[in-house]
């Protein structure tokens, strides 16, 4: 039927030229884009996966950036630490060579406690000036903060790491179930019976020591305590108020590693020693304290006591005077906080403490501390050679504890921080790749597209035309 008022076939050619003139624009915008989604209507579920995906990456792409400048900032510690490990060294030097009583005169020993006086200082000065982009490193700030520390039981408390969560604060509870004891034999007896040869053996050294018969045991104690510093074996009375209890051979030292040994040699008479028991023995060995911390049992290294799980690991070390019993504190803040993961949340988080290195602070309540060897100190090396015992005693604890705050930073660098970077680095290159697969534009499909878009614009262009033609045929009909 011919028609003019309404032309069907154009109507349907116009609908069909506005649709592949629309699929014409958007494979347009894809190829100049880049992308194959630039708006919610291209792929409304892809753009929703897309953009989670993008989330995804930023928070990787950032993670990998807090790890290095987390590097960053354990290497600058580190190289700080080096350089106080290298005073503490020249410090032992300079005390070994001041113990050369005989050989040093007064000014020597004066001026080599100059050097180590002003060695000191500048470890104290290094404490307190090492910083990372204005934040202090080693001058305790990032240490973590306690409350309660009760120093009557407890000498000192390292914190390496806590994770608090959603905790203001951390309480710690600490119970000692089996005291932490030195090795002891027992001389019940006022005074020898025999001419004796003592061997006398401790983890330090062995010593020989002739006693003849009828030497009192207050002889036998300053006989002994000679050679305390040599054999690691002291003596002291059985019972303070009554001298002629007899005495105990005790190690200087706590814990499994140490032992008294005491042997009487063939060449003279009988000697009796006993264990705190009363069994004749000629060797006792001391004995690690064990203790309980938030429940959990840790078994320590003579009177230190280790804690490692998830949420704390520290170092606590009991006081001499601590035996069986119970003591608690609280960890408030501090420490230093590295997010290391695209989520902000504890598991992704790791906090490590950083203990001030300055002088006052290397060392220990039960052997002194690194200030106290300093001119005017209490153990001033240059005041006598028991000092210089005393000194090297503080330096190697000291020295003890700049390695392991070393190490335990070298550790989180390499088997924490490094690692993490690596398994960050694969897991941005798959979200991108997956980011990519739903977002990007494929040329070589969208090329396709483009050529078939074009060729039926024209082609409905051409057919419009035609329709629009049509309807003049009309006009045949009216010339007859």
Same mark, same amino acid.
């Not at 002994?224 to 690691?232: F, I």
């Given at each position: ?162 994770? @608090? ?83 105990? @051979? ?118 002194? @501390? ?41 550790? @989180? ?68």
């Amino acid at each position: 039927m011919a028609r003019i008022n309404t032309n069907v076939p154009a109507i349907v050619a116009q609908r069909t030229l506005r649709s592949t003139q629309r699929d014409l624009q958007v494979s347009l915008e894809r190829l100049s884009s880049g992308l194959r989604i630039n708006r919610g209507a291209d792929d409304p579920a892809g753009l929703i996966n897309s953009e989670s995906l993008r989330a995804e990456i930023a928070g990787t792409d950032k993670a990998i950036s807090n790890s290095q400048r987390a590097i960053n900032i354990i290497a600058t510690s580190e190289g700080a630490l080096n350089e106080v490990a290298s005073l503490l060294i020249d410090i032992q030097g300079l005390i070994v060579e001041i113990a050369n009583d005989a050989a040093m005169s007064d000014d020597e020993k004066s001026a080599n406690q100059l050097q180590i006086d002003s060695a000191i200082e500048s470890i104290t000065r290094i404490a307190n000036t090492t910083s990372f982009a204005g934040r202090k490193l080693l001058n305790g700030s990032l240490d973590y903060v306690t409350s309660g520390v009760h120093t009557s039981a407890l000498a000192s408390v390292s914190i390496n790491g806590v994770q @608090f969560g959603s905790y203001s604060y951390i309480p710690v509870d600490v119970a000692v179930t089996t005291s932490a004891q030195k090795a002891e034999l027992q001389f019940r007896g006022s005074a020898t019976l025999n001419d004796t040869s003592l061997v006398i053996a401790g983890n330090k050294g062995t010593t020989t020591i002739e006693f003849q018969a009828g030497q009192s045991v207050d002889q036998m104690l300053k006989a002994v305590n000679l050679d305390s510093q040599a054999t690691g074996v002291e003596a002291i009375y059985i019972n303070s108020a009554n001298p002629a209890s007899g005495i105990s @051979f005790r190690s200087v030292g706590y814990g499994n590693d140490q032992f008294v040994e005491i042997k009487p040699l063939l060449t003279g008479g009988p000697f009796i020693v006993t264990d705190a028991t009363g069994s004749m023995v000629q060797r006792d060995e001391g004995r690690d304290a064990v203790g309980m911390i938030n429940g959990a049992t840790v078994t320590g290294r003579g009177l230190d006591l280790f804690l490692n799980t998830r949420t704390l690991d520290m170092q606590i070390t009991l006081n001499e005077g601590m035996g069986l019993g119970s003591t608690s504190f609280a960890i408030t803040g501090g420490g230093a906080l590295f997010q290391l993961g695209p989520d902000v949340s504890p598991n992704q988080q790791v906090n490590i403490g950083i203990q001030s290195i300055a002088a006052a602070m290397l060392g220990n309540a039960n052997v002194g @501390f690194l200030s106290q060897i300093q001119q005017g100190g209490e153990f001033e090396v240059s005041r006598s050679t028991s000092n210089a015992h005393q000194a090297s005693l503080i330096l190697n604890q000291a020295i003890r504890q700049v390695a392991v705050l070393r190490g335990r930073l070298g550790a @989180f660098e390499r088997n924490t921080l490094q690692t993490n970077i690596s398994s960050l680095s694969i897991t941005m290159e798959n979200l991108s790749s997956s980011e990519s697969t739903i977002r990007d534009t494929d040329f070589a499909a969208e090329t396709s597209r483009l050529t078939r878009s074009q060729i039926l614009v024209n082609a409905g262009t051409s057919v419009l035309s035609i329709a629009n033609t049509t309807p003049q045929s009309v006009l045949s009909l009216l010339q007859q």
